[in-house]
């Protein structure tokens, strides 16, 4: 067993920060993150749009940016969790600033604030349509030069380790050496980011396979909310399975326009806002099109818009349209897939103001959490402020908390023996493919309870299926994630069957009177 104080899962903007944080506060403590592939890796690295925070006082206010997370969380928010996040927001950047990361100004030499769905106003702080990757770069480099911080990449958790309902750390397996090892720490923070890759068409990074939530889940912390998936309406429509490149909601900040293949502009048939509508009206907009069309995606159309104000804005975006033949000054942007890209859960690991579990010493931050921030549906970049606050408040709260670590009494489980063969990597591929096809047909945009049904069904007889040849066969990263993925496929379904009532981005409809389900 290796001892650590503090255990962190995840590389991205909330495992990260809280990582520097804890180490400066600490510096005699030593810190542990664990990443199961490289450090820089995580959804965070590849979030396009930026932070939204209140900077203009005179255009924009708090109670403004409060309202809009209200609204497009449709009734399920916090309203004390999001003024805390809101108000928080302005301290968090200077923190990220003084760290060394570089956010776009404009002429006059102040931060440009970009506009995206469902905000009344501009406040979106970014670094061009790279602002995750910046973030990501500049806050590694702050992790590196604490000596008291070890960084493990390749190393992918298992399970938690927990007794009487408190954790104590967690079993990891060393992908490089594949050797098991039990790490015991005081305190333990899930920053493991989403859950794209359940759906095979995802704007999130491969990595993204709802590890925390489901470690946490057998851990029997609570887990709620699990039925309220967003679903990017602007992904570059591709035929293929796996990662899409995402067109930032900025974009249609920026001014471009949603249009169907015959060039009608129909998000003014959906919403007076039009294409600044809220992720979840948007993305239920194109679908309901799609539907009525039987064509394969919508297009964004730039053509309007300054070429060269567009390619400062947007770089990476205009180099891979560039790249696939899309010349974005005379051509639309083709746009969603039959089934649009997962994108964010805004349900997740329950988790107080202070960021803790109902398990004692174990915390979660990041997408992995349900703050009570997003509600039934994210406002756009709100993501990354959400990370940056709650780290922050775990921190406060850890750094002046007397944390009690009671005794482990419990001995190592065994997970691994080099005499049972290798379990066929042809399996677990194939596998994957039907969970994932399974979950773009029956838990997308628009769902219906009978086929919610036959999915629990199916994704509980896989899950048995999983442990019995955990018992036969070796352990490694492919089946954990596997196993992992499938526990989040039951809990997503079985929180839709449960849920009565449309709200935000979730849709159940009715087949008994072809009605939505209200």
């Known amino acids: 067993m290796t001892n650590t104080n503090y255990l962190i899962i995840g590389s991205g903007v909330a495992g990260l920060t809280f990582a520097i944080r804890i180490a400066d506060r600490f510096p005699e403590k030593k810190v542990t993150i664990v990443t199961k592939a490289t450090a820089d890796e995580s959804n965070t690295k590849y979030a396009q749009g930026g932070i939204a925070i209140v900077i203009d006082k005179d255009e924009d206010s708090y109670q403004k940016h409060i309202e809009d997370t209200l609204i497009c969380g449709d009734g399920l928010c916090d309203p004390e969790v999001v003024k805390m996040v809101v108000t928080e927001g302005p301290k968090r950047l200077k923190e990220l600033i003084e760290w060394g990361a570089k956010f776009d100004k404009n002429s006059e030499g102040n931060l440009d604030l970009g506009k995206e769905g469902g905000h009344s106003e501009n406040r979106v702080v970014h670094h061009k349509d790279q602002t995750g990757s910046e973030i990501e770069r500049a806050i590694l480099m702050q992790v590196y030069q604490k000596e008291n911080i070890t960084v493990l990449d390749h190393h992918f958790a298992l399970d938690l380790i927990t007794e009487n309902n408190c954790c104590f750390g967690a079993i990891v397996f060393d992908e490089k050496t594949k050797q098991i090892t039990s790490y015991r720490s005081d305190v333990t923070l899930l920053a493991t980011g989403g859950i794209g890759h359940l759906y095979g068409h995802t704007t999130n ?154 398990v004692n010493n174990l915390f979660a931050c990041g997408e992995c959490s349900r703050t009570g921030l997003h509600g039934a549906n994210r406002l756009a970049s709100n993501s990354l402020l959400e990370a940056l606050v709650y780290s922050n408040e775990i921190y406060e709260y850890i750094a002046n908390t007397v944390i009690e670590i009671p005794e482990l009494n419990q001995t190592a489980t065994v997970y691994n023996s080099i005499e049972k063969p290798e379990i066929e990597a042809e399996y677990l591929a194939s596998l994957k493919t039907q969970l994932q096809l399974l979950m773009r047909q029956n838990a997308g945009i628009v769902r219906i309870d009978n086929d919610l049904i036959k999915a629990e069904k199916q994704l509980i007889e896989w899950k048995k299926d999983m442990e019995e040849k955990s018992k036969l066969y070796q352990i490694n990263t492919a089946f954990y994630e596997l196993l992992n993925m499938i526990t989040i496929g039951i809990l997503i379904v079985q929180q839709s069957i449960e849920r009565k009532e449309n709200k935000g981005g979730f849709v159940k409809i009715d087949l008994k009177s072809n009605n939505r389900n209200n």
């Open 205 to 358: 990074p491969v990595i993204a396979t709802g590890d925390g939530i489901a470690m946490a889940y057998r851990a029997h912390a609570k887990i709620k909310e699990m039925e309220f998936i967003q679903f990017h309406p602007t992904a570059l429509y591709d035929t293929s399975t796996g990662s899409k490149f995402l067109i930032s909601e900025a974009v249609r900040g920026f001014g471009a326009y949603l249009r169907t293949k015959s060039g009608h502009r129909f998000m003014l048939d959906y919403d007076t806002r039009g294409e600044l509508a809220s992720r979840d009206i948007v993305s239920q907009s194109i679908d309901l099109e799609l539907k009525k069309s039987g064509e394969d995606c919508v297009y964004l159309d730039c053509t309007h818009l300054d070429l060269e104000a567009f390619m400062k804005h947007f770089p990476m975006i205009y180099n891979v349209c560039k790249k696939r033949g899309i010349d974005v000054a005379k051509d639309w942007i083709p746009v969603v897939p039959d089934c649009p890209a997962q994108h964010y859960l805004c349900g997740g690991v329950v988790v107080d103001r202070h960021g803790k579990t109902s």
